[in-house]
Every structure is written in structure tokens, then in C-alpha cells.
Nanobody, 121 residues
């Protein structure tokens, strides 16, 4: 499975960004898509995840109510809509694929290259 994330950038606090992740290859092996982020000096942390049908989602408490993950019509594209962004959301954001819906980073066996999100105060 190959994953390509895009959509990062620089935004002011309170603004919005939408990240995209395009999956290709044997996506049936790892149909769940997750989003993780790594801020400077911190460990990579879970942000959100969505199952293949788009019917079930998980969110980290820190983003619940502000971020929404969804699937496109083709199911191989996943989005992360980020609203009311805060400076503490600044990080490199990664999409990843997993065989099961989980918050556990170690379960995700395919990773995209990451896209930088910077939120200025």
C-alpha cells in the first residue's frame, strides 16, 4: 500500500486546513486509514481514524469537535478537515493504513511521507 498525503501549510490560529491522503495498491489488506502527527520534540501521536466504509471514526480528545475525517467516493482517498486550529496543532501530519480500526500506532503498517501543518498565533 502506498500513501500520499497533501494539503499542509501555514495558517493563522482559528483557521482551517484540509489534508488529503490518497491510497493505492493492496488497500484491502489494510483498509483502515488513520492520521497521526508529530510535533517538534514530541512523540508521534494518534489524531483520527476511519474504517473502510466511513461509518466509524475515532478521534483524539485534543481534536474532538474540531477535526473531522472522512472518505471520498472512491474510498481510496481520506480527508482530515481541521477547523479552529491552534498553535499546538503545529506538527507534521501523517496518514497511515491499518488492518483494524485502532488508536494504536504500532498496528499501522503503512505510512505516508507526512505533510507540515504550521499554525501561527
Amino acid at each position: 500500500v502506498q500513501l500520499q498525503a497533501s494539503g499542509g501549510g501555514l495558517v493563522q490560529a482559528g483557521g482551517s486546513l484540509r489534508l488529503s491522503c490518497a491510497a493505492s495498491g493492496r488497500t484491502s489488506d489494510s483498509p483502515v486509514m488513520g492520521w497521526f502527527r508529530r510535533a517538534p520534540g514530541k512523540e508521534r501521536e494518534f489524531v483520527a481514524a476511519i474504517n473502510w466504509l466511513g461509518s466509524s471514526t475515532y478521534y483524539a480528545d485534543s481534536v474532538k469537535g474540531r477535526f473531522t475525517t472522512s472518505r471520498g467516493n472512491s474510498k481510496n482517498t481520506v480527508y482530515l478537515q481541521m477547523n479552529t486550529l491552534k498553535p499546538e496543532d503545529t506538527a507534521v501530519y501523517y496518514c497511515a493504513a491499518s488492518p483494524i480500526l485502532t488508536r494504536q500506532r504500532t498496528t499501522y503498517n503503512y505510512w505516508g511521507q507526512g505533510t507540515q501543518v504550521t499554525v501561527s498565533s
